[in-house]
C-alpha cells in the first residue's frame, strides 16, 4: 500500500505563489510516475503536472506559471505555483503511479482571490 501526505495549501491573492508538497511512503519501491491534479467545484478532475524521471509534463493551463519538481528518487514531488489566478482555485490532489496502480492523496485546498 502507497500512502500520498500532501501539504501546502491555502489562500492567496491573484498574482501570489504557494508550493504544495507530497511524500509517498509505504512502499520500498520507487514511483513511476508522480504528478499533480485538481479539482474545482463541479468540474471534473484534471493533469495540472507529471514528472517521470527527468520528464515534465504540464497542462496548458499552468505552462509557465507552475514548476513540478523531484520524483522517484525520494518518492517526493513539488509543485512551485506561481503568478496564481482565481480559475487555479481547486483542491489539488497528488498522484503516484506504481506498477500500473495509481494512488492518490487526500487533497490539499488552494483559494486564489481577486
Known amino acids: 500500500q502507497v500512502f500520498l501526505v500532501e501539504s501546502g495549501g491555502g489562500l492567496v491573492q491573484a498574482g501570489g505563489s504557494l508550493r504544495l508538497s507530497c511524500a509517498a511512503s509505504?512502499?520500498?519501491?520507487?514511483?513511476?510516475?508522480m504528478g499533480w491534479y485538481r479539482q474545482a467545484p463541479g468540474k471534473q478532475r484534471e493533469l495540472v503536472a507529471t514528472?517521470?524521471?527527468?520528464?515534465?509534463n504540464y497542462s496548458d493551463s499552468v505552462k509557465g506559471r507552475f514548476t513540478i519538481s523531484g520524483g522517484n528518487v525520494r518518492n517526493t514531488v513539488y509543485l512551485q505555483m506561481n503568478s496564481l489566478k482565481p480559475e487555479d482555485t481547486a483542491v489539488y490532489y497528488c498522484?503516484?503511479?506504481?506498477?500500473?496502480?495509481?494512488?492518490w492523496g487526500q487533497g490539499t485546498q488552494v483559494t486564489v482571490s481577486s
Open positions: 498522484n503516484a503511479k506504481l506498477r500500473g496502480v495509481a494512488y
Open positions: 514528472i517521470s524521471g527527468g520528464s515534465t
Open positions: 509505504g512502499s520500498g519501491f520507487r514511483m513511476n510516475v
